[in-house]
């Protein structure tokens, strides 16, 4: 089957835009500024022999926010640039309301907050470790390659590491909290000792032995990292005209999209004001995650406030918490609020009509039209979001989000270049941008750089860290390697980050299949099912990016591989029943129809049926979005993205009483085009003379 349209119906996500089209190579197929940072060294994730062997540089810096200086050893401070490269002995410091991100060689990262004072120094001898002393602060540490072993000390503890993910914060006074995520460490002083591992929280104060705490929830200590959008119009807030003159510049980059430089030019004129002002100054506090002054800040305006209203919503949303605001929304504000809200209790559908009513009350409002783009593409209503995402950069043209899913929308045409110009363009607007870092590497792997990719995948979930659907990405992009253990541990990550998202289940489900683990894939499936609406096990509601790695994906094996044929037809019928323009679903009815034929073609009841459903999914699938061949079942799931290229399947069964079956499948994609060309041949000896069948 030959197709080459551009331009075919799409079910996108909010959470997470759609991955990028195309067939993969090589499928796998399975059968059966008060306080300063002193950062000396940035190896920490190299072993410990590097530290002595390599003087150049071991990382970089990845991301930073307002004010970060860098300097070499006997040399004055100098402002930071992103991309810097780090060697032994460099220092950085950031300054109050910034943060940074060090990126190492070998992909671990390491996340510092505001107020944070650390020095990394070599070991003290070349078979030692390197050596953590955090001062005061925070720091959230991240690597999926392998344990890290470094020795941490503060001023109440030390302690030897090995770990992959942890939280780390000391504060004044010297008292020190730990939290593993995933790892192990002994911390001891003079006074006692103690081992935590995963999920495990420790804390030591001077002079005191160290002991063990209730863990609270991860995104509550790691808040600091979290991403919040923009939600307040300038507008509804009733600024004075004195107001409006001394926040002329601060105002003059937030309309334009421009957060960070708002929050910059905001700092000298920071205290006091009315409600008003402290609104306008909580929305900019909480651009860079600090929740905390956010909320201090909006202490003093009334709790009936819409900009207090609006901020306090959007809070919930982001740590998916229940608000328990009763009252209909009035301003363009509080229909951004009540948009993010609706988005996360999965209600899409109030959610696009939350943004477009932000958009009638506030017709210049920038980030309500990157809002609405961003619903409409989640829908698959791409021609609406390309128009209304243009004159959301119109608006507000320093807009990281809506560049960002600019380059979505580019990589949906199969424009990859456009697509990653839009993404680096958001990145160097606000390098916290997950989104951004995680379409540039989508787009990094489909044109083969599968390292660089996954690099920016792993930025993507450090740098928002609560977010499920980046997990399940980077488990994703993990099952092209054979580290079966980092997929299922991203996997489960996911899914305590959000125990409401289908999607890590279902990606459970299709890896646990690969692996032959049959009931464990079934138990997934079903999982999966129980939580999204209308049983809808082709795509997530949170996901809602058309799940290619499930269009690719032969669900009904999973059901036919563990006897359960029957149930595979009924989930198939729910699907095509709730969304009949959608190919996964028909795909996965065919697949399920064609578990039900006669191998021998003698008995054709079910022929046409399973013709008329593949036909159906390879009509409605995007270019290079399917999979053409009725015989390649894995091959998006198994690669992540699909990349331009030619691929051949071949799989041959031989049973014991003389039969044998064989199917082989060439199939390929050239930018728009994508084609396939399968052939099936059987041979039966019969059980008697002149019984065979051929």
């Known amino acids: 089957m030959l197709s080459s349209r551009q331009d075919r119906r799409r079910v996108q996500s909010i959470e997470l835009p759609i991955e990028i089209v195309g067939l993969a190579e090589n499928p796998i197929h399975t059968k059966g500024v008060k306080h300063s940072i002193a950062l000396f060294g940035f190896v920490l994730a190299s072993l410990s022999a590097g530290w002595a062997q390599s003087p150049e540089s071991t990382a970089q810096l990845l991301e930073k926010e307002n004010k970060v200086d860098t300097a070499k050893p006997a040399s004055a401070w100098a402002p930071a640039r992103v991309g810097q490269p780090l060697a032994v002995k460099d220092q950085v410091r950031t ?30 001898r070349e078979s030692g470790k390197p050596v953590l002393d ?161 909320q201090a800040a909006l202490a003093g305006v009334p709790a009936s406030h819409a900009g207090r209203r609006a901020l306090e919503q959007l809070i919930a949303a982001v740590k998916f918490q229940e608000w328990p605001g009763t009252a209909e929304p009035a301003t363009a504000s509080e229909w951004m609020a009540e948009s993010y809200y609706q988005q996360s209790r999965s209600q899409l559908n109030a959610a696009l009509k939350a943004a477009q009513r932000a958009v009638e009350l506030s017709p210049d409002f920038g980030f309500a039209w990157a809002r609405v783009a961003e619903l409409e593409f989640s829908f698959g209503r791409t021609p609406r979001a390309i128009k209304k995402v243009k004159r959301a950069i119109s608006l507000a043209p320093r807009n990281a989000q809506a560049h960002s899913l600019e380059g979505f929308l580019f990589a949906a045409q199969n424009r990859i270049a456009f697509a990653r110009k839009s993404f680096d363009e958001a990145i160097a607007l606000d390098g916290a941008l997950g989104n951004a870092w995680l379409g540039r590497g989508l787009c990094s792997i489909r044109r083969g750089d599968e390292a660089d990719g996954r690099r920016d995948l792993q930025a993507a979930a450090v740098l928002e860290p609560n977010r499920s659907i980046l997990r399940s990405y980077l488990g994703k992009a993990f099952s092209q ?20 998202d289908p999607t890590p289940w279902l990606y459970s489900a299709i890896q646990n299949k690969q692996e032959n683990r049959y009931n464990q894939a079934i138990d997934d499936l079903e999982k999966s099912i129980e939580l999204n609406d209308n049983r809808r096990v082709y795509r997530s509601q949170f996901l809602l990016d058309q799940d290619r790695s499930v269009r690719g994906t032969n669900l009904a094996a999973i059901y036919r591989n563990d006897g359960m044929v029957e149930q595979s037809v009924r989930e198939a019928v729910r699907a095509v029943n709730s969304d009949y323009s959608s190919a996964p679903a028909h795909l996965f009815l065919a697949n399920s129809y064609n578990t039900l034929r006669d191998p021998t073609r003698i008995l054709l009841r079910y022929e046409t049926a399973w013709f008329n459903e593949l036909l159906l999914a390879n009509l409605l699938s995007p270019v290079g979005g399917g999979p053409l061949s009725q015989f390649v079942s894995e091959q998006e799931y198994s690669k992540l993205f699909e990349r331009d ?24 994609t050239s930018g728009n085009v994508s084609y396939a060309l399968d052939a099936e041949y059987q041979y039966n000896s019969g059980l008697r003379p002149n019984n065979e069948i051929s």
């Open 481 to 500: 390697g054979a580290d079966v253990a980092k997929v299922h541990s991203e996997f489960q990550r996911a899914k305590d980050l959000d125990p409401n």
């Open 645 to 668: 290229g030619f691929g051949i399947s071949s799989v041959t069964d031989y049973f014991g009483y003389g039969e044998l079956r064989q199917t082989s499948s060439q199939y390929g």
């Open 95 to 124: 300054g109050e309301l910034s943060r940074a991100a060090v990126q190492f060689t070998d992909l671990s990262m390491l996340r510092l907050d505001e107020w944070t004072k650390i020095e990394i120094q070599p070991p003290a």
């Open 134 to 294: 955090l001062k005061n602060g925070a720091l959230y540490f991240f690597s999926r390659e392998k344990p890290r072993e470094l020795e941490i000390r503060t001023p109440a503890a030390t302690g030897g590491l090995r770990g992959t993910e942890f939280h780390l914060r000391v504060s004044e006074g010297g008292r020190t909290e730990l939290t593993m995520f995933d790892g192990e460490v002994e911390l001891a002083n003079d006074a006692g000792n103690i081992v935590l591992h995963s999920g495990e929280q420790g804390v030591v104060e001077p002079g005191k032995a160290p002991r063990k705490t209730a863990v609270l929830e991860a995104v509550n200590i790691i808040q600091w990292c979290l991403y919040y959008p923009a939600v307040i119009d300038p507008g509804d807030l009733g600024l004075t005209a004195a107001q409006e003159r001394a926040l002329g510049q601060s105002l003059a980059a937030y309309r334009s999209g421009d957060l960070l430089c708002a929050l910059k030019t905001l700092l000298p004129t920071a205290q006091g004001g009315n409600a008003a002002a402290r609104v306008y100054r909580a929305a900019l506090f909480l651009s860079v995650g600090q929740v905390d002054q956010a």
